[in-house]
């Protein structure tokens, strides 16, 4: 019962980050039409800018520094580069992201190693947190807190702002929008820098729990697609209904039969392609991309 | 002389010259026999991405799924009789056969949706694999497995043996080569005549027509995932093929084989080369393999220069090497013959 309570709650910690990471892959796809193999490169990015904040100054000013770092990298990386790709198909743009996704992971070799980082042992990060006979560390507790609290502002942003509005209604129908007169691309470029922040504050927040090395980037990556396609490409409440469940979905498996925990998201994802191709709660409409 | 001919005689000649004229820019023959065998797998590769503008994200499980195939049946089947054309039969087979089921249900797909699926499955591939330590030695992968001998007629022949010793100046010496290359060059031969016919066939035609318009081509009347199937199969063969020919060849088979990082290799040498070109994948494949066997040596940042190179050619040359070449060639061609029409 410990142990499963324990699956569960790292389940959720696991999940959260994956949710994170779909919600800004999934409002970059729903405004920019932009399949972003980039975006697991903005966590990996701010998870190294955290680390080395950290060291100095402690871990609060890592977690603003990341985010922001990233926003502004995600920023360039967009005027400079993949503005261009916004109207090609999702191949080429699968390509160009992929592209950068490799020059970043190996910029970060370059500059860091390819050893694996780890945190140093602040005070913060060995409380931990006592119910009954359930131990956990507190640090994990406050990570999904803080993840909750971002995501409900992030929601907050979409459905309460003008830009919220125009990135809903972009997802429905971009053509209409423009047609309408809606600002898609000063809308863009927010949700862009917006994705990536989360991304990278994620990216920051997340290694002192998990470890940190060039390639963490694409392993978060990979199952945060296969979260998006699960949930439902462009939707929000898709990305975190499907986050929740691969991340709790792996973790319990990890727990009862620890060989299939990898096979099992895949097998996941593989089956909600198949039956329903949109997501558990996407729009019919963007399947044919 | 017909342009088939002239195509199959050019393409030997570069076979024959290519293992000399490599040696004398630093590469040696063994890199040329790896280089032919890849090569393989990226048409295969570009096949399914140039001829149905399908992006498989996968196609590790079939290069991988060949290489552990053929190495099982050495190990497991024929150990006292390690036959080369029953390994490498079987292990295409087996890639057939798993790109028949996998296609079965990607087919269907596109875009995106297309490349996830087949990503998931060559990740259910990897850890299925990764986690059967008993058969495939799990994160170690197999080595040290029978060297398959090739039996022709009454002779069974080790493509191990160097040929006989000639020097040749600045070109080597002939006992670089081992048989190794000219089998490998023959299957690279008949593949490259193989996939000439095929995309040059009505078959490639249809494939064509379904990739521009598909509801237009479904009207007239073809069944279109039928042919992505028929292609995906085809592909999936071919890069099966390629890696039960490299596992013989190394005489192991790394994990990475079935890894995301293998399928993300055969994406960057087809693009780089040129999409639906018959020589890009090629090219692409013996580039970037001769600046890795010289560069990740000297330089440990070699694999950023290589996603500059591959970011580089998406940007400044979306047609690919081959591809850009292909369409100065014709620009010329049609400047040309616009020319002597004006005279």
Redesign the interface.
């Known amino acids: 019962m410990v142990a499963l309570t324990q699956a569960l709650l790292n389940g959720l910690v696991l999940g959260l980050i994956y949710v994170a990471i779909a919600v800004g892959l999934t409002i970059v796809f729903g405004t920019l039409r932009l ?1 972003n193999f980039a975006h697991g490169a903005f966590y990996a990015i701010g998870a190294y800018i955290g680390l080395v904040v950290a060291q100095q100054w402690g871990l609060g000013p890592a977690l603003v520094a990341a985010p922001l770092a990233v926003a502004l990298f995600a920023v360039i990386l967009d005027r400079v ?1 993949l503005r ?1 790709f916004y109207s090609k ?4 743009q ?3 992201t ?3 996704a ?2 970043v ?3 970060l ?2 500059i860091f190693g390819s050893t694996t980082l780890q945190y140093p042992p602040l005070p913060a990060l060995a409380t931990s947190f006592a119910m009954g006979p359930i131990v956990y560390p507190a640090y994990r507790l406050l990570f999904a807190l803080g993840v909750v609290v971002m995501l409900v502002l992030v929601w907050l942003f979409l459905e309460k702002t003008d830009y919220g509005l125009i990135v809903r209604a972009g997802v429905r129908d971009r053509t209409m929008v423009q047609l309408l007169g809606g600002n898609i691309k000063a809308a863009s470029t927010i949700v862009f820098a917006l994705g990536a922040a989360i991304a990278g504050l994620v990216g920051a927040a997340a290694s002192p729990i998990y470890s940190i090395a060039p390639g963490t980037g ?1 392993a978060f990556l ?1 199952p945060s ?2 979260v998006v ?1 699960v949930g439902g ?1 462009g939707s929000f409440w898709g990305a975190v209904l499907g986050g929740l469940l691969i991340g709790e979905l792996q973790s319990v498996t990890t727990l009862v039969f620890p ?2 925990a ?2 099992v998201i ?2 996941c ?2 089956v909600v ?2 039956l329903r ?1 949109q997501g558990l709660l996407g729009e019919s409409e963007v ?3 | 002389m017909s342009p088939g001919l002239r195509f199959a005689l050019l393409t030997a000649l570069g076979l024959a010259l290519f293992p000399f004229a490599f040696h004398a820019i630093d590469g040696y023959a063994g890199l040329a026999t790896q280089i032919l065998i890849m090569s393989i797998a990226s048409i295969g590769f570009n096949l399914l ?1 140039g001829y149905t ?1 399908l ?1 498989s ?1 996968g196609h590790a499980m079939f290069y991988g799924g060949g290489g552990y195939v053929a190495a099982l049946l050495l190990i497991r089947v024929m150990p006292q009789h390690p036959n080369l054309w029953l390994a490498v039969l079987g292990a295409t087979l087996a890639a057939t056969v798993l790109a028949l089921l996998v296609g079965a ?1 990607a087919v269907r ?5 297309f ?3 087949t ?3 060559a ?2 591939i990897f ?2 694999v990764e ?1 059967s330590q008993d058969w495939t030695n799990g994160d170690d992968g197999l080595q040290n497995f029978p060297a398959a001998m090739l039996p022709i007629g009454p002779y069974s022949i080790d493509l191990g043996t160097p040929l006989p010793a000639l020097p040749l100046g600045p070109f080597g010496n002939l006992s670089d080569i081992k048989l190794w290359y000219i089998f490998a060059a023959l299957v690279f031969f008949g593949v490259m005549i193989g996939v000439r016919a095929l995309t040059r066939s009505q078959f490639g035609e249809v494939l064509t027509a379904i990739r521009e318009n598909e509801e237009r081509s479904t009207l007239i009347g073809f069944n279109a995932p039928a042919y992505r199937l028929a292609a995906f199969a085809i592909s999936g063969a071919l890069t099966g093929l390629a890696g039960a020919l490299r596992a013989l060849y190394d005489g192991s088979v790394p994990i990475d084989s079935v890894g ?1 990082e293998r399928s ?1 290799s055969f ?1 960057i040498f087809t ?1 780089v080369g040129g999409v639906q070109t018959l020589f890009g994948p090629v090219v692409g494949t013996g580039l970037i393999m001769y600046l890795e066997a010289v560069l990740s040596g000297k330089l ?2 070699w ?2 220069i ?3 190179i ?2 580089a050619v ?2 400044f040359l ?1 047609a690919g090497i081959v591809g850009t070449i292909n369409n100065r060639v014709k620009e010329r061609r049609a400047l040309l013959a616009a020319s002597v029409r004006a005279k």
């Open positions: 399949v580069l261009a198909d999702a191949t080429s699968i390509l160009v992929f592209g950068i490799l020059i992971e190996e910029t070799r370059l694409f990979v697609f296969v396609v490409l060989p299939a990898n096979v895949y097998l994802m593989a392609l198949l191709p399947i044919r991309q | 991405l503008g992006l994200y249900l797909l596109y875009g995106i949706y490349a996830l699926l990503l998931a499955f990740q259910m850890f299925v986690q995301i993300g994406v693009i440990d940042y694999r950023l290589e996603g500059v591959f970011v998406i940007i979306p």
